[in-house]
Structure formats: C-alpha cells, structure tokens
C-alpha cells in the first residue's frame, strides 16, 4: 500500500522516506518515532508492511489529536473543515477559534487544524514564540495569515488510506517529547531519531526558539 503524508510539516521526510527506509531491517517489531510530524517515514514504513507495532509521538497537542481522529476515522474533521469558508473573515474567525481551544481535545479542533492547513499561507504550522506583535493572538497561538487560494484541498485519500493502515497493526499515538518518548518506549525497539537532529534540537531549545509552550513549531516574535 503506497501511502503518503496527508499534511504537509516543517521538517518532512517525504523525499528521503524510500531512502531511510531502505536502511530499515526487513521486519519491525516495534517502531518508535519520536518527531512524528507528517509521518512520511513512518507511513510508508507501514505502507510496505514492515512494522508489526508502532508508538509514534509528537510535542505538537494540536497535531496529536489529528493523527488520533485519524486513526479513530477523520469523516467529521473532514466535514468540519469543508464547512468553513475560504475567506479571509471564516480563516480569522476560525483561526481564534483554533487558539481558544489548543489544549482541548476534540473533533472540533481537528477540524479547524485541516481547514487552517489547507487555508493558511504557506500550508506551514507555526504559532507565536514571545509576547509582541498582535495582541489578539496568545504566546503559542497559531499564527499564520489567510493563504488567499482560489480553492482548498484536504488530501482525503492520503487521509483515509492513513485511516486504514493506523488500524492494520497497534500503533499508539502520544503527546510528549524526545526525551518522554525514549524513555517509555519498549526495548527492543526501532527508534527513529537522529543524533543530529536531538543535539541541533536541544539547543534551540536552550535558546527558546524550537517550540513554542504547546510543543508546535515556533519562528519569530510576531504574527
């Protein structure tokens, strides 16, 4: 089953997931990725039926419980997002909507997630790092503008391809960080990390620049 990311994510793998793959053993019996984001090596490990059982993990709230309504069935998300205009009052509108519910779980904010990927500029997830620039929005508030496309596309067969692979073997889906993750993940393990990747990460953590106070990616002061 070919299957590819159903959002786009700063940092994906897409490109390179055939090649990273490639140097995967030929069975997994437990795969663990601890910067899930798009999910491109772990979708099409999974695709090519290598993994017998996963636990994928994110610091991002709000992308965790997408990847969960997912696998539970992204049919009302999908609704959801479709219902929302594609003008620039419905994408504010909905964007402090998105905000005011960040840390709350539910259908309704993965609904406004898929609608916010489709209709932003750039397609990118990026939230509010300090105070300044608009005061409506909070530190860690989504702060993309309007992306002004002729039309929006929600990529449903990526999505439900992923529906049906996230529930062909066990896979969990965790909020937490690298280091949580690691150190609840069952040994022996697959681990897919790169120590590049956790050193270039812990410092700009150090610097308060990677992420924002609810785990998702942050760049800049202002919205």
Partial sequence: MKLLPWIKWVGGKRKMRKRIGSMMPDEIDHYVEPFL????????????????????????????????????????????????????????????????????????LAGLFLYLNAAAYGGVHRVKARPGGKPEIPVG????????????AFNE???WAAHEALNSVPVRIVCAGFETTMGVAPSPAVRARSPRRVRWLQRRVRRGRAHGPDGCLARGARA
């Fill in 157 to 159: 067969d990526a999505l």
């Fill in 141 to 152: 508030g989504y702060n993309v503008p309007w992306g002004k496309r002729p039309r929006l």
């Fill in 37 to 108: 984001g798009g999910g491109a090596v772990f979708l099409y490990l999974l695709g090519e039926g290598l993994l017998r059982a996963a636990m994928v993990a994110d610091q991002c709230f709000q992308l965790v419980n997408m990847w969960r309504h997912v696998q539970s069935g992204p049919a009302q998300a999908l609704e959801l997002a479709k219902s929302i205009e594609n003008t620039a009052p419905a994408f504010y509108a909905a964007r402090a909507r998105y905000n005011a519910l960040r840390r709350t779980p539910g259908v309704e």
